[in-house]
C-alpha cells in the first residue's frame, strides 16, 4: 500500500512557510537591475556583480497574504487556466472526439486489402495513428486529464485486437503525455513557463517540434514491440489475468450505436463564422509569419477561411460531431497564425479557445443555460491548477519581499557557474524532474521555478529558452511514473491495472526518457538554433 502523499496545496503552503523561515536565516541581498529589450520584449535583467547585501526583511505574518499576492501577479494565467479549462470541457461534452476516432478506426479497416498496408500490418498502423493522434493532442493543447474518458474506449480496443489492457493505455494516456512532454503550443505548460520567463509567447518552436518528432517515434517504436510480443504470447502480460474482465465484457456486449445527427444550429454556426472569416479576409489579406529571424509573407488567412467555409459543408451532411471536430482543428490552425503572425499573447488565445468552445455548443444545440453550466464545470474541474498557481506564486514574493531571493540566485550562480553551461542545465532538469514526483501541476512548478531558475539562467549566461526545455522535459517525464498524478490513477482506475504493475511496466520506458531529455538539452546549449 502506497503511504498517501499531502495534497498539492499542503506541499505549496509548507514550501510558503518554509520560504519564510529562510528570511531569517538566509543574509538579505540583491542584485542592481536593469531593462531591456529582448526579442521584443521588455524584461528587467539582473546585473552580473553587482550583487550586495541590504537590511534584513524576515516574513512573518506575509505568509498569510502571499496567496492573494501571487493570485494577483499571476491573475492573467490563471484566468487564462479557467476560460481553457471551461471551453474544453464543453467540446468533451459534444463526444466530438469520442466519435471521430471510431470513425477514423472504421476507416482504416477499410483498407486491408492494400498490400502495403498488408506488409505494414493494419494493427500496426492503427496504432501509430492513433499514438500520433493523441501525442498530438498533449503537444499542442496539453491534453492530459481528457485521456481518462478514452481509456475506456481504447482498452477494450486493444484486447479485441488481441493485445492486453497496457497496450491501451498506452495508444491514449501514454502518447498523450509523451507529446505532452515534447510540447509545442501546450498552453498549460509552454505558455505559462514563457509568459512568467518573459519570453515570446511559444518561441523556439522549430526545436520543440523536432524534440517532439524524436519522443513521439520513440514512444510508437517502444510500443509496437511491446504489442508485438503480447500479440504472440498473450500470457507474457504483466496484466493477462486481470484483462479476463475486458475479454468477457467483450464477449457479451456490443458498442453503443452512434447518433448521427445535423441540427439546423450546426449551419446556422458554420454560416455566421464563414462570414466572419470572409470579413477577416479582406480585413487581413497577407499575413506575416515570423520564424525566428525569418519572415514569411502569406495569405493564410484567406485560405483557412476558405478552406473552412468548403471542407465545413461536407463535414456537416455527416454530422455535427465532424463539424466541431472541425472546428477544433481550425481553432488550433488560427491559434498558430495568431501567434507567428500577430503576436497574440495569453488575452487572444483564451478568447479563441472560448469562442471555440461558445460555438461547439452552439452547433450541437446544446441550451445557452446547460452551455454556461458546462463552463462552470469546466473552470471548477481545473480550479485547483488555476489556484496552486496563485499559490505558488506567493512563495516568490515571500522570498523577494524577505530580499532573500537574489542571495539565493548569487549562491546557485556562484556555486553553478564553475561547472559549466551542460552542467547547470543539467541540474536544472533534476531539479525539474525531482520536483515533478512530488507536484505534478506543470503550471504551478512554472509560477514556482522559472521566476528563480529564469533569472539563474541570465547569471550563468545561459537562455531562458534552455530553461523553459529543461521544465518541458522534468515535467513531463514522470508524469507517467509520480503516484502523485491524478490523472494516471485515474486512467490505471479505470483500466483496472494497479498502480504495482504498471511501475514495473514503465520504469525503462521512463529511463530512457530521461536520458534522452538530457541529449536533447545539448544543442540549445552549442548550436545557433532560432528563439534560444
Known amino acids: 500500500m502506497l503511504k498517501k502523499i499531502p495534497h498539492t496545496f499542503t506541499i505549496v503552503f509548507s514550501l510558503i512557510l518554509l520560504a519564510s523561515i529562510l528570511t531569517w536565516i538566509i543574509p538579505s541581498g540583491e542584485y542592481d537591475r536593469e531593462t531591456k529589450i529582448i526579442n521584443g520584449t521588455e524584461r528587467s535583467i539582473a546585473i552580473n556583480n553587482s ?36 471551453a474544453f470541457w464543453i467540446l468533451n461534452s459534444t463526444k466530438a472526439i469520442d466519435i471521430g476516432i471510431m470513425a477514423f478506426l472504421r476507416k482504416i479497416q477499410k483498407l486491408q486489402h492494400i498490400r502495403l498496408i498488408q506488409f505494414l500490418g493494419i494493427n500496426n498502423i492503427i496504432m501509430s495513428l492513433i499514438m500520433l493522434v493523441f501525442s498530438l493532442f498533449g503537444a499542442i493543447f496539453g491534453m492530459s486529464e481528457e485521456t481518462i474518458a478514452f481509456v475506456i474506449v481504447f482498452v477494450p480496443l486493444a484486447i479485441s485486437m488481441g493485445y492486453d489492457s497496457i497496450t491501451g493505455l498506452c495508444l491514449c494516456y501514454l502518447a498523450a503525455h509523451v507529446g505532452f512532454a515534447g510540447a509545442i503550443l501546450n498552453p498549460f505548460t509552454i505558455g505559462i513557463a514563457q509568459g512568467i520567463a518573459g519570453l515570446p509567447l511559444f518561441s523556439g518552436i522549430g526545436y520543440r517540434v523536432f524534440c517532439w ?123 498558430i497564425v495568431g501567434v507567428l503572425g500577430y503576436g497574440w499573447y495569453i ?25 454556461m453550466k458546462l463552463f462552470l464545470e ?95 522535459f522534468g515535467d513531463g517525464f514522470t508524469h507517467m511514473i509520480t503516484p502523485v498524478s491524478g490523472v494516471l490513477l485515474g486512467c490505471l482506475g479505470v483500466a483496472r491495472v494497479p498502480y504495482e504493475i504498471w511501475l514495473r511496466w514503465i520504469w525503462k520506458f521512463t529511463l530512457i526518457l530521461f536520458f534522452l531529455g538530457f541529449i536533447l538539452l545539448l544543442p540549445t546549449l552549442y548550436l545557433n538554433l532560432a528563439g534560444f
Not at 493570485?71 to 487564462?80: L, S, Y
Open 347 to 371: 488575452e487572444e488565445i483564451a478568447a479563441l479557445f472560448f469562442a471555440m468552445g461558445i460555438f461547439s455548443g452552439l452547433a450541437y444545440k446544446t441550451h445557452f443555460d446547460k452551455l
Open 51 to 86: 550583487y550586495h547585501k541590504v537590511e534584513a526583511q524576515p516574513q512573518t505574518w506575509e505568509i498569510f497574504s502571499a496567496f492573494y499576492k501571487g493570485f494577483v501577479d499571476k491573475g492573467n494565467i490563471i484566468v487564462f487556466i479557467l476560460i481553457v479549462g471551461g
Open 378 to 472: 469546466g473552470a471548477k474541474d481545473i480550479m485547483n491548477a488555476a489556484l496552486v498557481v496563485g499559490l505558488a506564486s506567493g512563495i516568490i514574493f515571500i522570498l523577494q519581499d524577505g530580499k532573500v531571493l537574489d542571495t539565493i540566485l548569487y549562491g546557485l550562480s556562484n556555486s553553478l557557474s564553475n561547472l559549466g553551461e551542460a552542467a547547470a542545465v543539467s541540474v536544472m532538469y533534476v531539479f525539474q524532474t525531482g520536483l515533478n514526483l512530488i507536484m505534478p501541476s506543470g503550471s504551478a512548478k512554472a509560477a514556482l521555478t522559472m521566476p528563480l531558475l529564469s533569472q539563474f539562467s541570465d547569471l550563468i549566461g545561459v537562455s531562458r529558452q534552455v530553461t523553459v526545455l529543461a521544465f518541458q
Open 213 to 335: 518528432i524524436i519522443l513521439t517515434i520513440l514512444c510508437i517504436v517502444f510500443v509496437l514491440l511491446y504489442a508485438a510480443r503480447i500479440k504472440r504470447n498473450p500470457q507474457k502480460s504483466l496484466t493477462y489475468e486481470i484483462d479476463a474482465f475486458w475479454r468477457n465484457r467483450a464477449k457479451e456486449s456490443e458498442a453503443e450505436p452512434v447518433h448521427y445527427h445535423t441540427p439546423y444550429t450546426a449551419w446556422l454556426v458554420w454560416g455566421f463564422l464563414s462570414v466572419v472569416m470572409l470579413i477577416a479576409s479582406f480585413k487581413f489579406p497577407i499575413t506575416h509569419i515570423k520564424i525566428g529571424a525569418d519572415t514569411h509573407d502569406l495569405m493564410i488567412i484567406p485560405v483557412l477561411a476558405g478552406l473552412f467555409a468548403v471542407s465545413n459543408i461536407l463535414v456537416l451532411r455527416k454530422s455535427v460531431h465532424f463539424f466541431i471536430l472541425n472546428l477544433l482543428i481550425f481553432t488550433i490552425a488560427f491559434l
